[in-house]
């Protein structure tokens, strides 16, 4: 005879105990919700493996954290560094074109080791004794003047003279200056004095993003587009021409001449409007404009 458990049978009760515990315990976190006594609970199941997933994310975006923070640290280091640099090269150059005749001040800044402020030097330099030679810059576009004077035995340039005359070159676009060739300097007086009238600027110093050529001679500080009152473009670029000037540009509709120092001899003609100083208005006959043959120049 078979021995049946009775209902009450307290085995029973314990197996389906562990049975329960042993359904739920891989069941998922529930959060209850009980807003409205009018309506059910409501219940959110949430993975049970969800709070250590969360912990390993917190950690892994503070140690980037970190890392970011340290290599943010480190680039701005390198940036004041290459930026210190950069203004005591910046400085070196003015150096240069303020004494064209020595480069102890500018060597010392360019040297590696304490860097040493060549325009604080310049600063404190006024143009040695000797025959003075000025002439005055005046923007067509701000209304600005420079007067510079220049040394006309050592060729340096009075400090306060040079300062005024980068600012009045500065970019139109950005504001931003860069040193000026001293060569240029003196090329501008030199048309000064042959023409007993000042300087109209119409360009001078391109910031190199607005200049569609690689080694622009306006991003270098070694190019200005003029005019002179009492002038017409086609005299003044025939003096110039006659003055051995390095870069002729002639423009006879936008009314200027381009003129740079650099080595060889290139001469070109642009019959364009508006070409002053233009988006995309590059000079030289490598931009499509019109060059002509070049004769040997002719010196002062």
């Not at 739920?24 to 059910?40: C, F, K, N, S, V």
């Not at 680039?75 to 090269?89: E, F, P, W, Y």
């Not at 360009?203 to 002179?228: C, E, N, Q, V």
Request: charged fraction near 25%.
């Amino acid at each position: 005879m078979s021995h049946r458990s009775s209902p009450s049978d307290p085995t029973l009760d314990l197996d389906r105990i562990l049975k329960q515990q042993g359904k739920t315990r891989h069941a998922p976190l529930r959060i209850m919700i009980a807003g409205d006594p009018d309506r059910p609970i409501r219940t959110i199941s949430l993975p049970r493996k969800l709070p250590a997933v969360v912990s390993i994310a917190v950690l892994a975006l503070v140690a980037a954290t970190v890392v970011l923070a340290r290599g943010s640290w480190r680039m701005s280091d390198a940036i004041g560094a290459l930026q210190h640099r950069v203004h005591a090269m910046v400085a070196a150059v003015d150096s240069i074109a303020l004494h064209p005749g020595s480069r102890g001040v500018a060597q010392a800044a360019v040297d590696v080791g304490p860097i040493v402020d060549a325009s604080e030097n310049a600063r404190a330099t006024r143009v040695a004794p000797g025959p003075i030679g000025t002439f005055v810059v005046e923007s067509a576009n701000t209304g600005e003047a420079a007067t510079v004077a220049v040394n006309l035995n050592t060729g340096e340039i009075d400090p306060d003279g040079y300062r005024q005359f980068r600012h009045l070159m500065r970019c139109l676009r950005t504001g931003a200056e860069t040193p000026i060739d001293p060569r240029l300097i003196d090329l501008l007086y030199r048309i000064s004095q042959r023409t007993r009238q000042k300087i109209i600027l119409i360009s001078g110093f391109r910031a190199p993003m607005f200049s569609i050529a690689k080694l622009s001679y306006h991003t270098r500080g070694m190019a200005a587009d003029i005019r002179i009152p009492g002038m017409t473009p086609l005299m003044v670029r025939d003096m110039a021409a006659s003055m051995g000037v390095g870069g002729i540009g002639y423009y006879p509709v936008s009314r200027f001449v381009h003129v740079d120092v650099r080595e060889e001899s290139s001469r070109w003609t642009d019959f364009g409007k508006d070409r002053e100083d233009g988006e995309g208005t590059e000079h030289g006959p490598e931009h499509g404009e019109v060059a002509e043959a070049v004769t040997p120049p002719v010196d002062e």
